[in-house]
């Protein structure tokens, strides 16, 4: 399938500072794309670089196949939801969800029934005469949302739209959005700085920092196999455990060896890990540590670790002990026996941890 | 027992009457500057009701003992302005004529100045605005002779729409500065989502930031409009006879009378010269509506 959205080696400065730097994202029709990063990564001006709001310095964008490096806005066949909504305050729902078509030269008729569709869609039937100050928070990013819904375009982006949004809402107009996304199949690029939302939308993630782009990947790929330190420690919550440890050939595979406070340290052996350095940083999730005896497998090692601290979470507990300096959480059942102070067995999965370079920061394994 | 409950109570009423005394030395005080200020438009008043016999034989801040509005027909179409006697009539029609084409085109060229210094940054657009703002401190005097020299090359000299044009020019730098201040609250992502939406430069103008202008444009049309109506210097340095606003005329009818001085008459025609800024702020005012904007686009 031809990708509906292509960018090759985008560029962008403003003046001597490089705010993106060879930026090269495909996506295809029904994807939902997320770019995430912490904030100043570039990532919204990435966006309305591919809204056509910002100029580029460099690179190409195809939209539909069609070159649109330098096509304006309103011929990009895109519409766009922003974080502050940014609905016409004067006008009414109505007025505002039409505004586009109106400029367009849309017939009365077409606008009325395509009115119709939308409202009953995201059920504002009963807005539509009200004006954006006289909405709460939730029904004006459901009035964005139909703004865009109304185009039908090739490409909808979505700027933070959850941002403004307190939790509970943002969580319930975070399924709607991926319900729309599902029933409609259209394709969508979606800005965060919060990585859950990521994961739960995304059906491609892109981490970036920086300007530069970290990993491309499904949502399993970068949580499962991030491609350097900072998205290890950027995906998931709470953090990836990152230790560092030594590690040396042995046999078939590596020995890994990582300090545990004062007492002797931690070996681990892992079958399958080979040609790591000598030093390296070992990633692995909190639920990748278990309780012995809860977690069998062939990657599985056992430890007796000393629990700092026992956070019960309600379905689960977190238990909190230090290796190799650093705080390594990990998550156990929540009816666990862990007390603080205490030793532990503790079960590594070393079939899922991720092996980075001190160095670099880049994966190893 | 009873100690325990009355001391509360007692200092509380105590706290009441010092809080009354205060709250009451404080009207008091208010009401007498407001006395003070409006102690002038008092005597004016009553000035210009009275007859001249009863200004010469009376008291300053007496009650006109007889209500006539002689003053005031005279001030309106007879008052002799130099060798003119028709009163201020005629060149109150000519500030009217001056004021409000004046405002207007100010009005208008400060919005879309504002919209584009705010909303549609380019290189260059502080400098630009540094510019404008410099403009707002230029006093009259120092223009006087460069503005009749333009004048005089332009063909407008000594007429109305030459003064038209002098108050554009001039009010310009703060009309901008006005709406710019307005705009600039107003975020970005409007203009973004108009753009999305297929809306050019005048479309986003036109349908959406002159709708939200309710309130500036007040605040901007009452600025303008005091400010051109009650010039004097550039009404009395380019007019001629004919095209002279009611500031120069008002001048003209205090300052040459021969005779008895009709301070009646003078004070009927001062109150005339300034009823319209008075109308303007009464009726506009009423719209000075704060926050009309405020909820519709943020979250």
């Known amino acids: 399938m031809a990708p509906i959205l292509d960018i090759t080696n985008l560029r962008k400065n403003y003046g001597a500072t490089e705010i993106l730097k060879d930026i090269n994202v495909s996506i295809e029709p029904g994807d939902f794309l997320v770019l995430v990063g912490p904030s100043g990564c ?101 009035v964005a949302m139909g703004r865009a819904l109304v185009r039908d375009p090739k ?36 800005v965060t700085h919060d990585q859950i939302e990521a994961m739960t939308l995304a059906t491609k993630i892109v981490v970036m920092k920086g300007g530069v782009v970290q990993q491309i990947g499904t ?82 090692q056992e430890a007796a670790c000393l629990i700092d601290m026992v956070e019960p979470a309600g379905a689960d507990t977190y238990v909190v002990s230090s290796l190799g300096g650093k705080q390594v959480t990990a998550r156990l059942h929540a009816e666990t026996s862990a007390q603080p102070g205490q030793m532990l067995d503790l079960a590594f999965d070393l079939s899922k941890v991720s092996y980075f370079s001190p160095a670099t920061g880049e994966r190893l394994n | 027992m009873t100690d325990v409950t ?9 706290r009441n009457w010092s809080h009354f005394a205060l709250r009451w030395t404080l009207f008091t005080l208010l009401g007498l500057f407001a006395l003070f200020y409006l102690m002038p438009l008092f005597v004016m008043i009553t000035t210009s009701l009275k007859s001249l016999e009863e200004i010469r034989t009376g008291s300053l801040i007496a009650f006109p003992r007889e209500v006539t509005f002689d003053a005031w027909r005279t001030a309106w179409s007879e008052a002799c302005t130099g060798i003119q006697c028709e009163g201020l009539r005629p060149f109150f029609w000519n500030s009217v004529v001056i004021a409000v084409p004046a405002v207007a085109i100010s009005t208008m060229l400060g919005a879309a100045n504002g919209y584009v210094i705010a909303q549609w940054r380019f290189r260059g657009a502080n400098l630009i605005f540094s510019l404008m703002l410099f403009g707002c401190f230029i006093p009259f005097q120092v223009v006087l002779l460069p503005m009749a020299r333009m004048l005089g090359l332009m063909g407008l000299a000594g007429s109305i729409p030459g003064l038209i044009f002098v108050h554009v020019i001039y009010g310009i730098g703060f009309t901008t500065l006005f709406f710019r201040n307005f705009y ?34 007040v605040v901007t049309v009452i600025w303008q409009f005091t400010q051109i109506w009650n010039d004097f210097l ?35 025609a001062a109150i005339i010269a300034a009823l319209p800024t008075l109308l303007v702020y009464a009726v506009a005012g009423k719209y000075f509506i704060r926050g009309l904007t405020a909820g519709s686009v943020k979250g």
């Not at chain 1, 400029?103 to 539509?128: C, F, P, S, W």
């Not at chain 2, 970005?188 to 753009?195: E, F, G, N, Y």
Request: glycine share 10%; hydrophobic share 40%; proline share 6%.
């Open chain 2, 184 to 217: 600039v609250t107003i975020p970005q992502d409007l203009v973004k989502a108009a753009k999305v939406d297929g809306a050019g430069f005048f479309r986003i103008f036109w349908s959406i930031f002159l709708p939200l202008s309710l309130p500036i444009i």
């Open chain 1, 42 to 142: 570039g990532k919204s001006t990435l966006l309305n670089c591919i809204a056509g709001l910002e100029p580029i310095s460099g690179g190409q964008i195809e939209i539909g196949g069609r070159d649109m490096t330098h096509v304006s806005p309103k011929d990009r066949d895109i519409a766009m939801v922003f974080q502050s909504y940014a609905l016409y305050p004067t006008m009414t729902v109505a007025r505002n969800i039409t505004f586009g078509m109106k400029v367009r030269g849309a017939d009365a008729a077409t606008q009325e029934r395509k009115l119709k569709e939308v409202a009953a869609q995201l059920q504002i039937e009963a807005l539509l005469d009200r004006r954006p100050g006289q909405l709460s928070g939730g029904q004006r990013q459901r």
């Open chain 1, 219 to 300: 949502p399993a790929e970068i949580y499962n196999k991030p491609a350097n330190l900072f998205v290890a420690d950027f995906m998931g919550s709470p953090a990836m455990n990152l230790i560092p440890a030594r590690a040396q050939p042995n046999g078939q595979g590596t020995r890994i060896e990582m300090d545990c406070g004062g007492s002797a340290p931690i070996v681990l052996k892992d079958s399958r890990a080979t040609g790591l350095p000598q030093d390296v940083i070992l990633g692995v999730r909190p639920e990748d540590i278990a309780e012995a005896g809860f977690r069998a497998g062939e990657g599985v």
């Open chain 1, 155 to 190: 490409l909808f982006l979505f700027d933070e739209p959850l941002s403004n949004l307190d939790a509970k809402l943002r969580v319930e107009m975070r399924t709607e959005i991926k319900k729309l996304h599902h029933n409609l199949g259209a394709t969508m690029v979606y």
């Open chain 2, 234 to 268: 550039f009404g009395v340095s380019f007019s001629q006879a004919g095209t002279q606003p009611v500031t120069v005329a008002l001048n003209n009818i205090v300052n040459s009378t021969t005779g008895v001085k009709e301070y009646n008459v003078d004070m009927a």
């Open chain 2, 6 to 14: 009355l001391a509360p109570a007692a200092a509380a009423s105590r």
